[in-house]
């Protein structure tokens, strides 16, 4: 019984780590400490360790929970099943370009100190290779349809739409352009149909 409370316990105290990291870079930059963190969350910096193992573990976990809180990979899969094909692709995009607007505060600072920091580098890497599996099964199911127009190979199509909708992508219409997110969103997801429906 005490092992079962322990581990409540402490599946509880790693979401709320979670939940607070999240807040905090979302305000004000990845470079919160873990201190920071722990004395939010009420609990020692080793603790954080403890739950995490590094920075680095604390991170990717960081960008999996949101993952899982907007539950992109099962949204993803519900738009994959669309048709016809250019159904699809709209279906799939939009879904991923609603999660952008999501990721983008703790995303921003992810990708502005991975060149600096090693363990926000692996973290973001590793998010970023299951993102454009989502783009590759995509495009993919385009061209089991014979929907991909020919000029692209899937690898290739997969690469484009995965940079065309990133969150780089976003923010220099978004954030730099001052662009509303549906006329950015719009005119990513026409692009893509133009250029990658056969």
Not at 20 to 43: C, Q
Not at 103 to 118: F, G, K, N
Not at 133 to 138: E, V
Not at 156 to 176: I, M, T
Request: hydrophobic share 50%; net charge positive; proline share 3%.
């Amino acid at each position: 019984m005490l092992h079962v409370s322990n581990s409540k316990r402490a599946a509880r105290t790693r979401q709320e780590i979670l939940d607070t990291a999240w807040t905090l870079i979302a305000d004000r930059g990845a470079e919160v400490s873990i201190a920071e963190i722990a004395k939010n969350v009420g609990i020692t910096r080793q603790s954080v360790y403890v739950h995490f193992g590094s920075r680095g573990g604390l991170l990717d976990a960081l960008v999996r929970r949101a993952d899982e809180r907007e539950a992109i990979f099962e949204r993803f899969e519900e738009a994959l099943a669309t048709e016809p094909p250019g159904d699809r692709l709209d279906a799939c995009l939009r879904v991923w370009l609603a999660f952008v607007i999501k990721i983008q505060p703790v995303a921003r600072d992810l990708i502005r100190l991975r060149s600096t920091d090693r363990d926000v580098a692996k973290a973001w890497e590793d998010r970023m290779k299951d993102a454009l599996g989502l783009f590759r099964r995509l495009v993919r199911s385009l061209e089991r349809d014979d929907a991909l127009a020919p000029s692209w190979s899937v690898a290739r199509a997969a690469d484009f739409a995965w940079a065309a909708c990133s969150v780089q992508a976003w923010e220099l219409l978004v954030v730099d352009r001052g662009w509303s997110h549906p006329a950015a969103s719009k005119a990513i997801r026409e692009s893509l149909a133009r250029a990658l429906l056969a």
